[in-house]
T-cell receptor
Framework: GAGVSQSPSNKVTEKGKDVELRCDPI?????LYWYRQSLGQGLEFLIY????????KSGLPSDRFSAERTGGSVSTLTIQRTQQEDSAVYLC????????????????FGDGTRLSIL | RKEVEQDPGPFNVPEGATVAFNCTYS??????FFWYRQDCRKEPKLLMS???SGNEDGRFTAQLNRASQYISLLIRDSKLSDSATYLC????????????FGQGTELSVKP
């Protein structure tokens, strides 16, 4: 079946421009995560959406970053006034929500958006 | 066929058990390999890189067989705190450093 879909797969833009990254999760998955991976770094959590609850934004690195999830499905990550340090692979993942106290439900990752800021 | 495949689990084991996770990858251009662990509602965290010669970090041993395109993770003397999902990850440089993740293997260690 269809997995997590992200677009665009690659984005090259000039410093100072705004960019918008899209994530379409697996149907029926209530949890959606954004991560980024910089060269040589591990995965860095950015933001987490679960159903209608307020998102966990604790990983957003600055106020230039924002995300929304419309209708509990598609999510958009927006980076305003991009900087060179924003260059990274931005990964989206979705999962079913596990029961409290159990191990995490497997996260299904998209292929990522490779963002390059010139 | 997925590019990185893992046993989905769950693996339910008692404390002190030895458990092995397997992973296969299909892209021969894969050049770097990692195991991540992921706790409930947390981001995946790098557990260890995997080297061709095999490497060990305490109770954890990782092996890579490039000819078979196979990666393994062995956990000895498992602890309750090892309960998590373990992600097999490969990095493909000729695709611009694209990270390919397995879907993860769930481990539950019971008292």
């Amino acid at each position: 079946g269809a997995g997590v879909s992200q677009s665009p797969s690659n984005k090259v833009t000039e410093k100072g421009k705004d960019v918008e990254l899209r994530c379409d999760p697996i149907s029926g998955h209530t949890a959606l995560y954004w991560y980024r991976q910089s060269l040589g770094q591990g995965l860095e959590f950015l933001i987490y959406f679960q159903g209608n609850s307020a998102p966990d934004k604790s990983g957003l690195p600055s106020d230039r970053f924002s995300a929304e999830r419309t209708g509990g499905s598609v999510s958009t990550l927006t980076i305003q006034r991009t900087q060179q340090e924003d260059s990274a692979v931005y990964l989206c993942a979705s999962s079913l929500e596990g029961k409290r106290g159990t191990v995490a439900q497997p996260q299904h990752f998209g292929d990522g958006t490779r963002l390059s800021i010139l | 066929r997925k590019e990185v495949e893992q046993d989905p689990g769950p693996f339910n084991v008692p404390e002190g058990a030895t458990v092995a996770f397997n992973c296969t990858y299909s892209n021969s251009a894969s050049q770097s390999f990692f195991w991540y662990r992921q706790d409930c509602r947390k981001e995946p965290k790098l557990l260890m890189s995997v080297y061709s010669s095999g490497n060990e970090d305490g109770r954890f041993t990782a092996q890579l067989n490039r000819a078979s395109q196979y990666i393994s993770l062995l956990i000895r003397d498992s602890k309750l705190s090892d309960s998590a999902t373990y992600l097999c990850v490969v990095l493909i440089y000729n695709q611009g450093g694209k990270l390919i993740f397995g879907q993860g293997t769930e481990l539950s260690v019971k008292p």
